[in-house]
């Protein structure tokens, strides 16, 4: 029986465990990436370790926290060089870009196994990297020598055939994909990419449909390492970085959905959710206020390229606000050379950092009630900044295009020819904002006042007693949990960005579990399906565990956030009868005895002590998380093994 791409990068990193779909492995991790919003408690939590130099190709990026409106910013990025230089990590500085972006470009590595603290860290699956976003202790443990664990995958093939047709693209197809699997249900999937239609597409168009995989909450997608593959190590002057890696022609797959590239036509997400997905003719009119072309989906050189190409001696419509942000300093550099920026700059367009910006609501928030048009991965309600805007999510040419004409149009509509792409033959290679760490280690590490060392728990109390703090439906997103934007300058100030969880869904929580501890009991939140879906942002379990949440009891968890909530010894589980979940009210008592014993089983019963009835439900933790849980997280675990397990890349 031939083996997937999967089965052939993790046979070669696996380290215990058996590789059946469903099954906890153990694997090896070659490289690391950070970024700087999730980077601080990453080293903090490495520096606890008390090992001096990493053993990954570690790679530290700055792209998130770039607004530095006070002191916190600065200081973090200057904390994050200098722990880098401690430790070994590359540091790449902020205007060289977005991680995803620039990893691509400049440290992707065909077959090998990335982990970042970040969710879009699939990204490279676009080069045949099996890359998985994970929290930032996960990415910290690694980074010491440790492992990481996974549930082996349940792998998906995607079977594309055909071209796509002009105007149709890359964000089209993983659109259509969102339309056909939904954001929910998704968990401990992979999807890996093959068929003829898999030459016809770019490393860059690979990467926005790897990208945007996140959304659909599979634990990564991937690519096969092929000639256009290596076409582009060649380009980025890393042609010996580059091997081939493909599938067995009888390779085995869980099923396979069909993909005619040929049929793929524009298509936009509609507010809230990136899976409300439908056709752009179906929005064809609707009036737009705001375009922001960017982020790590979309603002690659072949993106902005045919973007300026459709700008060109046009004019930006008087009631539109045109932003556009390069990728990296390499897309920003390759625009001014190829004239492309003049043809912005001169059509309107806003030219904004090479940072993730207005995708994670630092800057750019819309205007009440408006309709802003943009590139990036994630439309959740009030994460642009403003609460009422609607934000539509959608390829560079639909957004060029309303741009243009001041609405919603289909871009074949627009009655001229698509812009001539030719992908490039080499790319200006420039690593001069990308600090190697020196042979000598740096002794000084800089901290500023901001910085706090990462809060631990406590362990599991022999029996749980838990007052509910909030109930919330489906599809609760970490956005919802833990704000980012403007917030994000408190990513290393746990006391203070505590402060602010569910702020935007319930203003009470925060005070309700400072009550419930007063009086004795931790607090409990209550969640319909796929609750924590969205970023890797460890700060949404951390914080609530610091406001003193034991206890989240939903429909479903995402896979990250799952993770994340055993890291910080936050018990999850999942209703039996997701009925209960209407049955439950805020204030009520959950208690669950004798947790040690309970937790032997996969099916406990909490008694809920207000309305005197039980709720069965279901513990999905492996025997090492339950572990974990009942420490009161990793950080409390002596599990940590400081060894690496021979990287095969
Ligand atoms: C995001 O897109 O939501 C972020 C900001 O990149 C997050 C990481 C974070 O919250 O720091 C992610 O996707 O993991
Ligand atoms: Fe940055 Fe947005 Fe990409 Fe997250 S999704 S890494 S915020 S550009």
Known sequence: ????????????????????????????????????????????????????????????????????????????????????????????????????????????????????????????????????????????????????????????????????????????????????????????????????????????????????????????????????????????????DWIPVAPDADACYERTIELELGSIVPMVAKPHSPDNVAKVRELSGLKVDQVLIGSCTNSSFHDLTVVAGMLKGRTVHPDVSLGIVPGSRQVLSMIAVSGGLNDLIVAGARILESACGFCVGCGQAPRTGSVSVRTNNRNFEGRSGTRDAGVYLVSPETAAAAALTGAFIDPRDLGFPYPEYRAPRSYPVDDGLIVFPPAKPVAEVFRGPNIGLPPKNTPMPESLSCKVAIIVGDKISTDHIMPAGSLLKYRSNIPKYAQFVFRDVDSGFVGRCGEHGKAGFSSAIVAGQSYGQGSSREHAAMCPMFLGVRLVLASSVERIHAANLVNFGILMLEFEDPGDHDRLKQGDELYLGNVREALASDRVRLVNKTSGMEIPAICRLTSRQKNIVLAGGALNIASFDGCKAGSQC
């Open 1 to 240: 029986m031939g083996q997937n791409l999967y089965d052939k990068i993790l046979g070669r990193h696996m380290v215990s465990g058996i590789p059946e779909a469903g099954a906890e492995i153990v694997v090896s991790i070659d490289q690391t990436l950070t970024q700087d919003a999730l980077g601080t408690m990453a080293y903090l939590q490495f520096e606890s370790m008390g090992v001096p130099r990493v053993v990954t190709e570690s790679i530290s990026y700055v792209d998130h926290n770039t607004l530095q409106d006070g002191f916190e910013n600065a200081d973090d990025h200057r904390y994050l060089q200098t722990v880098a230089a401690k430790h070994g990590v590359i540091f790449s500085k902020a205007g060289n870009g977005i991680c995803h972006q620039v990893h691509l470009e400049r440290f992707s590595r065909p077959g090998c196994t990335l982990i970042g603290s970040d969710s879009h860290t699939p990204t490279c699956g676009a080069v045949g990297t099996l890359a998985m976003g994970v929290g930032g202790l996960d990415v910290a443990t690694a980074m010491a020598g440790g492992t990481y664990s996974l549930i082996y995958p349940t792998v998906v093939r995607v079977n594309l055939t055909g071209r796509l047709s002009a105007w149709s693209t890359a964000k089209d197809i993983i659109l259509e994909l969102l339309r056909i699997l939904t954001t929910k249900g998704n968990v401990g999937l992979a999807l890996e990419y093959a068929g003829p239609g898999v030459a016809a597409l770019s490393v860059p168009e690979r990467a926005t449909i790897a990208n945007m995989g996140t959304e659909l909450g599979v634990t990564t997608s991937i690519f096969p390492s092929d000639d256009v593959t290596r076409d582009f190590f060649i380009a980025q002057g890393r042609g010996l």
